[in-house]
């Protein structure tokens, strides 16, 4: 599989900004993060963009944020758990370049998410829940599937490059 441009979809704290940079440092390659990217435009956090003006609006900003993002080449990106459940998102990053699914356990996940209010679709513990196995449905149509569970950031590094390399 041979790609110029990677993104790493999956759920929140799946690990996919931890990944995005230790993969982006072995192929030599830009890392970017979508979160971090609206932070910065925003010059608000998520949990503050979502409190003051919503769901619908930061999706907005994401859309946009992820448009930007599909120029460039040579770039491992990060996506926010929800970008990719968006269908037009889907399918514009799906036609960019290669979509590779960190599938990490709900157990994992949990355990990795902050107590400090900065997933605020985290807040409630049913709904969190409802929302992890809502969103599997779409992270299956990324084009690879990687099993967090059990492997390190270097092992799974390694999976992709021999990925793209076969």
């Not at 996919?16 to 390659?29: C, E, G, P």
């Not at 979509?99 to 157990?107: G, N, R, V």
């Not at 107590?115 to 084009?143: I, N, S």
């Amino acid at each position: 599989m041979k790609a110029d441009k990677i993104y790493l979809v999956g759920f929140m704290a799946a690990g996919k900004t931890t990944l995005a940079r230790a993969l982006a440092r072995r192929l030599d390659w830009s890392a970017v993060d979508i979160d971090e990217l609206i932070e910065k435009r925003e010059h608000l956090s998520v949990a503050d963009i979502f409190a003051r003006h919503g769901e619908p609006y930061f999706r907005a900003i994401e859309r946009a944020v992820l448009v930007d993002q599909l120029h460039p080449r040579h770039v491992v990106v990060a996506t926010g758990g929800g970008t990719f459940v968006d269908p037009s998102n889907r399918a514009a990053i799906n036609a960019d370049g290669v979509s590779i699914w960190l599938d990490a356990p709900l157990a994992r996940v949990i355990a990795r998410l902050p107590a400090d209010g900065r997933r605020p679709l985290a807040a409630d513990r049913t709904e969190f829940e409802h929302l992890y196995h809502q969103r599997r449905a779409a992270y299956q149509l990324a084009h690879r599937r990687l099993d967090a569970s059990r492997a390190t950031v270097d092992a799974l590094v390694e999976e992709v490059v021999d990925w793209l390399e076969s």
